[in-house]
């Protein structure tokens, strides 16, 4: 499988439910800097989210076809 198909970003809800977890632990974990996968960024009073693919894998112990199964499973 291509390795390159999971470029730039996974978004908080794909992360969220690959981690049985809510958006809303997601989103506070990168606000606080607890989730070393990614990085929240506040712009003006609302915050942007970065889900790097690469770091998201060796946090979750899986390779990027893993993740690719995982995000497109029903």
Known sequence: MNKN???GNITIKQAAKIMN???MF???GLQRGSLKFGTAEKISSKYSYHISPMKFCEYMG???EELYVRINRN
Do not use: G
Request: no cysteine; aromatic share 0%.
């Open 5 to 7: 198909i999971i470029v």
């Open 26 to 28: 997601i989103r506070i």
């Open 21 to 23: 977890k809510s958006e």
């Open 62 to 64: 899986i390779d990027l």
